[in-house]
């Protein structure tokens, strides 16, 4: 039994929110574990530079903790992200790109926000997760007022932590199994089984081919979890578009 209580390949208590904030098009609430982030979506009429005239869109995003987010209260980024914070919002943002059809997105730019309320481990992948559904809504409402005619999103999309702990293979690390892990890794799927990314490196021990391919399938497991309960907070509608789309 892990710290928690939890079996090996069982995940934190999940819970999404959908249409949490007012007035962004699309916005989600995901709380994994203790974790907590705030996920926005925002639709902006127009593309970077380099995309101008070519009749595509584009999605990029932002992530930021929240000062009192951890146990030790740390400054705001006022002036420019972090390193961490930065590649974190590279990731979310090709993570979601991946499940795109931009043609069909049209000349506009959608905004993620992924803000960090509480944080206990895997804040990264509970952003990608929950970005998903506030990008899924929000391109849904834009879809209702014809802005566009096809729906984008082509797959649906969710991301995991796993790693080894005492030799044995985890799911869904917490802050601290995480901090005590031999091997850490964050992967990122789609429900069709295709892999977006795989972050993964050796803290204290070396691993083995078999010890991967066991990861990876602890993984795909619980990204098939968290997307079911995606579909049901998205409902019928949204996800029969998006299956349709794929």
Do not use: H
Not at 2 to 30: H, Q, T, V, W
Not at 80 to 94: D, F, H, V, W, Y
Not at 208 to 230: F, K
Request: net charge negative; charged share 25%; glycine share 8%.
């Amino acid at each position: 039994m892990r710290i928690d209580g939890r079996k090996a390949s069982e995940l934190r208590p999940l819970k999404i929110s959908r249409s949490y904030l007012k007035y962004p098009e699309g916005s989600a609430l995901i709380e994994l574990g203790d974790t907590r982030v705030i996920c926005t979506a925002s639709i902006e009429e127009k593309v970077p530079q380099f995309l101008k005239g070519q009749g595509k869109g584009w999605v990029t995003a932002e992530y930021a903790m929240m000062p009192r987010s951890t146990s030790v209260r740390s400054g705001r980024e006022r002036n420019s992200a972090s390193s961490r914070s930065l590649e974190i919002q590279r990731l979310i943002g090709r993570s979601l790109r991946a499940v795109v059809d931009f043609k069909k997105l049209g000349e506009r730019t959608v905004w993620i926000d992924c803000d960090v309320i509480q944080a206990d481990g895997g804040t990264r992948t509970a952003s990608i997760s929950g970005a998903y559904v506030a990008l899924a809504e929000a391109l849904f409402k834009i879809k209702n007022e014809g802005l566009i005619i096809d729906y984008p999103l082509n797959d649906f999309l969710s991301a995991v932590s796993v790693g080894m702990l005492d030799g044995l293979p985890v799911l869904d690390l917490a802050f601290e199994e995480d901090s005590a892990a031999e091997v850490d890794m964050n992967i990122v799927m789609s429900a069709s089984g295709m892999l977006v990314e795989v972050q993964g490196s050796a803290e204290e021990k070396l691993f083995s081919r078999a010890q991967l391919n066991q990861l990876l399938d602890l993984a795909s497991a619980g990204v098939l979890e968290i997307i079911a309960t995606q579909k049901q907070v998205l409902g019928p509608e949204i996800a029969g578009l998006i299956e349709r789309s794929a």
